[in-house]
């Protein structure tokens, strides 16, 4: 199976070509759950209804679903325009985030990548591993759909990990990589850097003397960012995907073989990217 090769990486050095592809290919897979007709059933919704049941042509869809006890389909509905809305603006982030990496705007990738891991993620798995949130959403005005005590947050990362097929993937790394503030490397440090031109409030993610926040990077440390990202952010990728995945499929019902199929395709690519250094 041939796979594409892109063709313009602007200034980022060759030794980061691969896993930079990988990260590509990743988010690919996941903007694919919005592209391809196999996923339409996220955003077309097709219900029988009552002809009787219907008083008004202009009544919206969420009022009709109410108010005729519908309150199943009208929360499915929800659901997935949910699931629907996070991946879009999950892929936004990434890519542009990833083209700022080719440029070597490094401070630009840190702010965009925050988005879909430090904030979006919480919403994918309180919405599928919670069994109040729909009912909060749809009920509470000052819900916040990002705030979760820290032993809440451990606990819903452990749980995914029943539903990942990518099994060197553990919930420790996940939780440290991305949210862990007792860990200066962790990507709600970096991209508090990334957003901020000075940090105070934590010792582990201090700006410094004489020192603004990603401003003043050298080179080197340039290069230390990119070590940085393309070490993490292949893992954290493949567990957005597959965290993704499941609740897509489960949700969509999709076919097995196709779903046997994409894995074969995704793990062909990893394949060929790897033994190709």
Not at 252 to 260: A, S, T
């Amino acid at each position: 199976m041939e796979f594409l090769e892109r063709a313009e990486y602007y200034f980022l050095p060759e030794k980061y070509h691969r896993k930079h592809d990988i990260c590509e290919f990743l988010i690919g897979q996941i903007e694919s759950f919005i592209t391809e007709d196999t996923y339409k059933g996220l955003k077309v919704y097709v219900y029988e209804v009552n002809a009787n049941d219907v008083e008004t042509h202009d009544e919206h869809v969420f009022d009709f679903l109410l108010r005729t006890n519908r309150t199943k389909e009208h929360d499915e509905i929800i659901t997935r325009q949910i699931i629907y809305g996070l991946i879009i603006d999950i892929c936004y982030f990434v890519q542009e985030s990833l083209l700022a990496s080719m440029k070597k705007r490094l401070t630009v990738t840190f702010a965009l990548i925050r988005k879909p891991f430090v904030f979006d993620l919480i919403i994918l798995l309180r919405l599928y591993l919670t069994e109040d949130f729909i009912q909060q959403f749809n009920t509470i005005e000052k819900f916040d759909t990002t705030k979760l005590e820290k032993d809440d947050l451990i606990e819903l990362i452990n749980f995914s990990a029943k539903i990942l097929i990518t099994t060197a993937i553990q919930p420790n790394d996940v939780y440290n990589f991305i949210f862990n503030l007792s860990e200066s490397d962790s990507l709600i440090n970096i991209t508090n850097r990334a957003l901020h031109p000075s940090t105070t409030r934590n010792k582990q993610n201090l700006t410094g003397l004489q020192n603004i926040n990603f401003i003043f990077s050298t080179e080197k440390e340039i290069e230390k960012q990119w070590d940085y990202l393309y070490n993490r952010l292949p893992l954290l990728l493949t567990y957005m995907l597959e965290v993704i995945e499941f609740m897509v499929n489960d949700t969509l019902k999709i076919d097995d073989d196709f779903y046997f199929k994409r894995l074969k395709y995704r793990a062909e690519f990893l394949s060929n990217k790897m033994n190709n250094k």
